[in-house]
């Protein structure tokens, strides 16, 4: 009688974890991004579909960067730590090995991204430089619950434009992410070395840049910068920014 008990729990038991993993795996991710303030986090979509297993949003954003149509997966684990951890993946035919961006979102009390690779539209101005897109490779920022920056890692390349002749940065700029008092950090320098960008990001969205242009002295260079807001710094032109993302 005992053992026919026991084999009539264990089975309840199963049942009610099986019905469980259903109702977990069946979970809409809409709700499941809501849930985790994915939106104060930066990530947006025109449209959100699928579960929490097998996400799609359309026309996605993560701040300023565009990750187009992408296919998502949340860790239902993560959440118990106030944390939800989501994969994304966008795959490109065009791109080399068929790969596209990829990476891991982290929303709620520790928030940020890991493994992040590929690269990303932007479009965002600075003045009068476009930042028309970054690639990363390994990318890391985690922020902890009061904003610190706790981890920063891996190697970003901007590709910028400017309606300056003289200023031409074929090879992009390149630097690699650090914490620094706190925020996520990273100077962005040309192959020339003599332009550099610095930006910094709090664990509240906040951002910082600076812009330096080194040993300017031709006078339609002195010009062109200030006219973009630049302005003198040494023998160098300096722009600065802020926004919030």
Not at 115 to 132: Q, W
Request: glycine share 12%; net charge positive; charged share 15%.
């Amino acid at each position: 009688m005992i053992t026919r008990k026991r084999a009539m729990m264990r089975a309840g038991t199963r049942a009610a974890i099986f019905a469980l993993a259903v109702v977990v795996a069946s979970f809409p991710m809409r709700l499941a991004l809501d849930m985790g303030d994915a939106a104060k986090a930066g990530l947006t979509a025109r449209a959100v579909s699928g579960s929490i297993w097998s996400g799609h949003m359309a026309a996605a954003k993560w701040g300023p960067l565009d990750l187009g149509n992408v296919d998502l997966a949340l860790s239902p684990a993560s959440l118990l730590g106030g944390t939800a951890a989501m994969s994304f993946r966008r795959v490109d035919s065009l791109a080399p090995n068929g790969l596209g961006v990829s990476g891991v979102l982290f929303t709620g009390a520790n928030k940020g991204w890991r493994d992040v690779n590929g690269r990303f539209d932007v479009g965002m101005r600075l003045g009068g430089l476009t930042i028309a897109y970054v690639d990363m490779r390994d990318a890391a920022v985690r922020f902890n619950s009061l904003g610190q920056c706790t981890e920063a890692a891996g190697q970003v390349q901007a590709a910028l434009t400017a309606p300056i002749g003289g200023l031409t940065l074929p090879q992009g700029m390149s630097g690699t992410l650090r914490c620094m008092n706190g925020q996520a950090h990273i100077a962005l320098t040309s192959q020339s070395g003599m332009e550099v960008l610095e930006a910094e990001l709090s664990g509240k969205g906040a951002w910082k840049a600076r812009f330096l242009v080194k040993q300017v002295a031709e006078p339609a260079m002195v010009n062109a910068l200030s006219a973009m807001g630049f302005r003198p710094h040494g023998d160098a032109y300096l722009l600065n920014a802020s926004g919030q993302l």
